[in-house]
């Protein structure tokens, strides 16, 4: 019996050095040390033997028994560990290669530059005034005293949303805005709805996206923003006006920056002013982006018109105000020396990755 025993011995342990895997190994298991093994087996034929022989062959098939098993713990060991080595290769992060990088969005150099000049307003006591983009004739034109067939409305070449002329009873011309200034009857009407006996002072800033009907060049474009601003009070005087965009141009361009103030026309202002800036390329020596002037036109502005205030609720014998427009495009042409306003919308991200 023992002979018998020895050779299953000799051959489970041959087996379990082909072992390869897991499945393998429990396989084996089964086969050497399960209930039917023919080492298990023995035990129960141990009766069979003479007494005086059981203890000794209880003992060898003891030994085998405990051999068997712990060299099956050492297997699976060894396949666990061979199980980790493969994963930890195959699976393996090379954390010294440099990571992918992410594309990280950045604002638009005009949203940068809106931003900047209406935080400086802010720091002023403005409040943003959001206003429509599509607008009737009467807001674009009317209120702001540009009565239809006015001179004036040839400065802003106009998209028409329906078509212009409407007779009466039927649906009034809509346009795409040319300008931000209705946001200005918009605000005046909306703080005198507050209280209209006697209407709040207005400090607001209304910036936004507006449309003029040209033929798109290296200098004008059909969409492009502006930066609109309006206050109104009593006595309001054009010494307000002066002092406040004054202050914006130094902050907005530098402490020590001059600035001049050209008269102009505008229908919704009277009197009207252009603000130049010295040219912050130059010095105000004279270079090609100020065609050698030493100045930069950077804003039109004036007192409110009276006809204007009354439009927006606003009694002219009591309230004065002054407004003003700019363009943020402009702006940022001017300080970045960017030579082609079609740059803005052409979306190439070799210019926007710039800012
Ligand atoms: N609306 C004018 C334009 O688009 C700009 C402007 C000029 C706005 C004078 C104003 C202003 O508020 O007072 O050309």
């Not at 429990?26 to 059981?54: Q, T």
């Not at 702006?331 to 919308?345: E, N, Q, S």
Request: proline share 7%; with cysteine; glycine share 8%.
């Amino acid at each position: 019996m023992l002979e018998d025993l020895e050779r299953a011995y000799q051959n489970a342990l041959a087996e379990l050095d082909e072992v390869a895997d897991q499945d393998a190994l429990e396989a084996w298991r089964v086969r050497h040390l399960g209930r039917k093994a023919p080492l298990m087996r023995a035990y129960g034929r141990l009766r069979d033997l003479p007494p005086e022989e059981r203890p000794q062959v209880g003992r060898r098939i003891n030994a085998m028994r405990d051999h068997l098993q712990n060299a099956y713990e050492a297997k699976a060991h060894a396949l666990r560990e061979a199980a980790l080595r493969r994963s930890l290769e195959e699976e393996r992060i090379d954390v010294t290669l440099p990571g992918r990088p992410k594309p990280i969005g950045r604002l638009h150099p005009t949203t940068r530059t809106i931003r900047h000049i209406v935080r400086i307003f802010q720091d002023m006591g403005f409040q943003v005034f959001r206003s429509r983009e599509v607008e009737t004739d009467e807001y674009n034109f009317q209120l702001l005293n540009i009565p239809p067939h006015h001179p004036a409305r040839d400065m802003q070449d106009t998209f028409y949303v329906r078509t212009p002329g409407a007779q009466e009873g039927e649906t009034p011309p809509v346009v795409l805005r040319t300008h931000t200034s209705p946001g200005q009857i918009h605000a005046m009407r909306f703080y005198a709805s507050l209280n209209p006996e006697n209407p709040p002072p207005i400090r607001v800033v209304l910036p936004g996206m507006v449309f003029r009907y040209e033929q798109i060049t290296a200098r004008s474009e059909i969409q492009f923003t502006q930066v609109e601003g309006l206050v109104v009070g009593r006595n309001i005087s054009f010494a307000d006006l002066k002092g406040t965009l004054n202050e914006w141009a130094r902050r907005m361009f530098g402490q020590h920056v001059r600035t001049r103030f050209r008269a102009s026309y505008f229908p919704f202002t009277e009197p009207s002013a252009e603000m130049d800036v010295e040219c912050f390329l130059c010095g105000g020596k004279g270079c090609p982006v100020c065609k050698y002037t030493g100045w930069l036109e950077v804003l039109g502005s004036g007192m409110v018109h009276p006809v204007v205030l009354k439009n927006g609720g606003y009694d002219p014998e009591k309230f004065t105000g002054f407004a003003f427009g700019m363009g943020p495009e402009r702006i940022t042409m001017l300080r970045h020396g960017i030579k082609d306003i079609r740059f803005f919308w052409s979306n190439d991200v070799r210019l926007l990755e710039q800012f």
